[in-house]
């Protein structure tokens, strides 16, 4: 090897390696904020695909071409961080112009288009992406003998790199946060070692791309919001104006004023039910083109209205001196239930802007005054203890804006969360449930059977006697009493409905042939189009009989309607994915929540093609220069096995992260970078073990082993414990259970890849794409099973993975002394 090459791995020669890290983390993630606005946040797994694309072709181009790479090197790290500036311009451009349409990707006479516009997504993402994973390559390879230490400077760069572009979001509108990442890149490129005139050229070429790209961005920014997103035509009616930004990590919210905008509740039609039913004008509240909630425009409201509304029921059939709502509705059903009566209030708001629109006000529209009989939290849904620490509640609200605001809060309709507001409440208090039913009745089914199984949870024998369920054509409410529904209570019901034509689902002693159906529901399943039976009853009042009855569904035995869990907390997931055939076959039906497992199904196929193409890679070399069958076996099960095993386990902190934290977003950031760091640092670690692997990948391995089973045994009852911390000292907890566990993370692949040196040398890039390659396959793996089985499968399969790592290190011959 010449001299030139074999240099020693200094700070100074490495930190150009961590910028580029940072700025590729960083770009990747802004990618994700811009498909979550341009179309949908599931459409953000899309930019897993394209980064893996592009990092594994890098990989087989550097195995197979590793000798010129090598005479070239010198020249090749200064050029590639402008060329990376260049590329990364040009593909955010050509990606905000494909004229993509989700929707049509439902409709099986327009979705050829939209697979030639995904084509064209890839086209420009994968130039950024190839380079990165080219640059990476080269470190790796020139810096053999120092391995560990390259890959501890990657890590740390990603690491920060995830911090930092979460930062930015703060402060950057999310479509000129990839103009921010050029910053990092332009950085790279100045301090590229270089000699005499070529520094001089490299550093005004790095400046002058900078400019350009960065000024294009700036200036001819062409990404926009979806137009099918809820907020595009109010904000483009008449007068329409947007009065207050807020930018998080999030979202993008945006405040419409707007004439369309009103508060948006499920009220009767019928005339009289109330002297004035009209619903007040509000500010309309969107976060990434998403309706979040109304925000009302005057601390003085006249809730008037509530009384015809479908959630006013709970308020009538028990006396609500204490009242807890899970979400406010922007303020308006604080409002609501004050004037229904209600002697205290408290309210749980995890999310940050709406807190603070709350407490503060946002834009014009007023915070909600303050008053002592309301108490307004941080907790998250999950915090039920905290919650009810003190006195118990006669009704528990969960609003139906704040299930549909993330998917964290939908952990509030688990059937352990659920048994938790049940022992909350008052001997005759209530909990109230809602389900929409706009696109898909088998989400209410599902509810069905989760009411009953939180019922059995919270320890009541006959679930029958503890149930109402009520609907509009659009929506269900759930109402679950502590105590059995009493003879006067089940009369105001069935008065409340009548009056303003709701239709009773099921209450005790109902008789479906006797009950009048207001509201038609057809049933949509994936075979037919069903009409309701004929005989007075509808198909959700058979549904809900089955439920609570505990035999299978009439009308929906087609969908998996396991009721949700902590560990398997997806209110949707309702697809059997072993009928795959049959879900395409009727693919227009499928809702727009489910299609995120769909898209899970094809980026997994595409990255078991890709990972099959680089496991095959060395089978192109001729045979003197092929790896030993015995050691490549080793190598293919070695590093498929880190890819897999290590994003398992982060899948799995994450998301008991999210629902401790209530915001997946900030879980995200505080787990990737605590787990890349740390990895980072036993990377480093990593160099002490080079002339004893088999110790060192024993020490790392045992370490796993024992700090995922300590995670599946004892997280849940520590985070459970602390729920009610401090924010900070919550996110402090969620370092602590990622850190350990990431230094023993980061050590085995650095020991693997050191095996390779010498006339092995070009395996290293082979070596390192398969790592890349599996990593691809974990990410929509883990999503897949856990919808399946629950996040608890991932730290099982994590360490089963792990101890194949470990008996499968592929050793070299000793290196010569």
């Known amino acids: 090897m010449p001299t030139e090459i074999a240099v020693r791995a200094s700070f100074p020669r490495l930190l150009p390696l961590f910028l580029v890290s940072m700025a590729a983390i960083g770009t990747e993630i802004a990618l994700t904020r811009f498909f979550a606005i341009a179309s949908w946040s599931e459409y953000g797994y899309w930019v897993i695909s394209m980064t893996m694309v592009g990092l594994a072709a890098s990989g087989i181009v550097a195995s197979l071409l590793q000798r010129p790479l090598l005479r070239h090197a010198e020249i090749l790290l200064p050029m590639i961080p402008p060329l990376l500036i260049v590329a990364a311009a040009v593909g955010w451009h050509w990606t905000t112009i494909v004229p993509f349409n989700p929707l049509e990707l439902q409709n099986r006479q327009l979705w050829a288009d939209q697979l030639w516009n995904i084509a064209q997504y890839y086209a420009a993402l994968f130039p950024f992406f190839f380079l990165v994973?080219?640059?990476?390559?080269?470190?790796?390879?020139?810096h053999s003998e120092?391995?560990?230490?390259?890959?501890?400077?990657?890590?740390?760069?990603?690491?920060?790199?995830?911090?930092?572009?979460?930062?930015?979001?703060?402060?950057?509108?999310?479509?000129?946060?990839?103009?921010?990442?050029?910053?990092?890149?332009?950085?790279?490129?100045?301090?590229?070692?270089a000699a005499g005139r070529g520094r001089r050229w490299t550093s005004l070429a790095t400046l002058?791309?900078?400019?350009?790209?960065?000024?294009?961005?700036?200036?001819?920014?062409?990404?926009?919001?979806?137009?099918?997103?809820?907020?595009?035509?109010?904000?483009?009616?008449?007068?329409?104006?947007?009065?207050?930004?807020?930018?998080?990590?999030?979202?993008?919210?945006?405040?419409?004023?707007?004439f369309t905008e009103r508060l948006d509740l499920d009220m009767s039609n019928n005339v009289g039910v109330v002297p004035d039913a009209n619903l007040p004008r509000a500010f309309g509240l969107y976060a990434d083109g998403n309706r979040v909630t109304a925000l009302p425009r005057s601390t003085a409201i006249d809730t008037g209205y509530f009384g015809a509304a479908l959630d006013s029921l709970p308020y009538r059939l028990a006396k609500p001196d204490r009242v807890l709502l899970v979400g406010a509705s922007g303020g308006f059903r604080i409002h609501e239930a004050l004037a229904a009566g209600a002697g205290q209030v408290m309210v749980l708001e995890p999310d940050r802007v709406l807190r603070q629109a709350l407490l503060e006000g946002l834009g014009p529209a007023p915070a909600f005054p303050a008053r002592p009989e309301v108490t307004?939290?941080?907790?998250?849904?999950?915090?039920?203890?905290?919650?009810?620490?003190?006195?118990?509640?006669?009704?528990?609200?969960?609003?139906?804006?704040?299930?549909?605001?993330?998917?964290?809060?939908?952990?509030?309709?688990?059937?352990?969360?659920?048994?938790?507001?049940?022992?909350?409440?008052?001997?005759?208090?209530?909990?109230?449930?809602?389900?929409?039913?706009?696109?898909?009745?088998?989400?209410?089914?599902?509810?069905?059977?989760?009411?009953?199984?939180?019922?059995?949870?919270?320890?009541?024998?006959?679930?029958?006697q503890h149930l109402l369920i009520y609907r509009s054509a659009w929506n269900v409410r759930i109402l679950i009493s502590k105590m059995p529904w009493q003879a006067q209570q089940l009369e105001v019901f069935r008065?409340?409905?009548?009056?303003?034509?709701?239709?009773?689902?099921?209450?005790?002693?109902?008789?479906?042939?006797?009950?009048?159906?207001?509201?038609?529901?057809?049933?949509?399943?994936?075979?037919t189009v069903e009409s309701p039976p004929g005989d007075g009853g509808d198909a959700m009042m058979a549904e809900a009989a089955a439920a609570v009855a505990g035999t299978p569904s009439p009308y929906h035995a087609f969908f998996r309607l396991d009721p949700p869990t902590l560990d398997r907390p997806f209110l949707n997931a309702v697809l059997p994915l072993e009928h795959l055939d049959r879900i395409l076959a009727r693919i227009e039906l499928v809702p727009r929540e489910e299609l995120v497992y769909l898209i899970n199904i094809a980026v997994l196929a595409q990255a078991v093609v890709i990972a099959v193409l680089v496991l095959l890679l060395p089978l192109l070399r001729p045979s003197g220069k092929a790896l030993p069958a015995g050691q490549f076996l080793r190598a293919v099960a070695y590093f498929a096995g880190l890819g897999l095993g290590f994003l398992?386990?982060?899948?799995?902190?994450?998301?008991?992260?999210?629902?401790?934290?209530?915001?997946?977003?900030?879980?995200?950031?505080?787990?990737?970078?605590?787990?890349?760091?740390?990895?980072?640092?036993?990377?480093?670690?990593?160099?002490?073990?080079?002339?004893?692997?088999?110790?060192?990948?024993?020490?790392?391995?045992?370490?796993?082993?024992?700090?995922?089973?300590?995670?599946?045994?004892?997280?849940?009852?520590?985070?459970?414990?602390t729920a009610a911390a401090p924010g900070f000292a919550q996110i402090l907890i969620v370092a602590a259970a990622a850190a350990p566990m990431s230094v023993a993370l980061g050590m085995p692949l650095p020991l693997g890849l050191s095996q390779f040196y010498g006339t092995r040398l070009a395996f290293l890039p082979w070596a390192w794409a398969v790592n890349g390659a599996c990593s691809i396959i974990a990410t929509?793996?883990?999503?897949?099973?856990?919808?399946?089985?629950?996040?608890?499968?991932?730290?099982?399969?994590?360490i089963v993975l792990y101890v194949i790592v470990l008996l499968t290190l592929p050793m070299s011959r000793p290196r010569p002394q």
């Open 780 to 798: 929509p793996l883990a999503n897949l099973m856990a919808a399946g089985f629950g996040f608890k499968l991932l730290p099982l399969a994590g």
């Open 208 to 258: 002058a791309a900078l400019v350009a790209g960065a000024g294009s961005i700036w200036l001819y920014n062409q990404a926009r919001i979806n137009e099918y997103k809820e907020i595009f035509a109010p904000m483009h009616a008449p007068d329409s104006e947007v009065v207050a930004t807020r930018m998080s990590p999030k979202g993008l919210y945006m405040l419409l004023d707007s």
């Open 648 to 721: 398992f386990l982060e899948i799995y902190v994450i998301e008991k992260a999210a629902q401790y934290l209530a915001d997946r977003v900030l879980a995200f950031g505080v787990v990737l970078a605590t787990m890349l760091v740390f990895s980072g640092l036993g990377a480093w670690l990593a160099e002490r073990f080079r002339s004893r692997p088999r110790l060192g990948l024993g020490l790392a391995v045992a370490g796993i082993v024992a700090w995922a089973e300590l995670l599946f045994l004892a997280l849940d009852p520590v985070l459970t414990a």
């Open 146 to 193: 120092a391995i560990g230490r390259v890959y501890a400077f990657d890590l740390a760069g990603a690491g920060i790199g995830a911090v930092l572009v979460l930062g930015l979001m703060f402060v950057v509108p999310p479509f000129l946060l990839v103009a921010a990442m050029l910053v990092p890149l332009a950085l790279a490129g100045l301090l590229a070692p």
């Open 133 to 142: 994973g080219l640059y990476i390559t080269l470190y790796f390879m020139v």
């Open 495 to 527: 008065a409340f409905c009548d009056e303003r034509s709701f239709d009773p689902v099921f209450f005790p002693g109902i008789d479906p042939g006797r009950l009048r159906v207001f509201n038609e529901l057809p049933v949509v399943s994936f075979d």
């Open 376 to 464: 307004i939290s941080a907790l998250g849904p999950t915090a039920v203890e905290a919650v009810g620490a003190n006195d118990p509640f006669d009704i528990v609200d969960i609003t139906r804006d704040f299930i549909a605001q993330s998917d964290t809060n939908r952990a509030v309709l688990s059937v352990e969360v659920l048994a938790g507001y049940i022992h909350q409440l008052d001997d005759d208090g209530i909990l109230s449930i809602p389900v929409s039913i706009r696109e898909f009745t088998v989400y209410a089914v599902k509810m069905f059977r989760t009411a009953q199984h939180a019922l059995a949870a919270a320890g009541i024998a006959r679930p029958a």
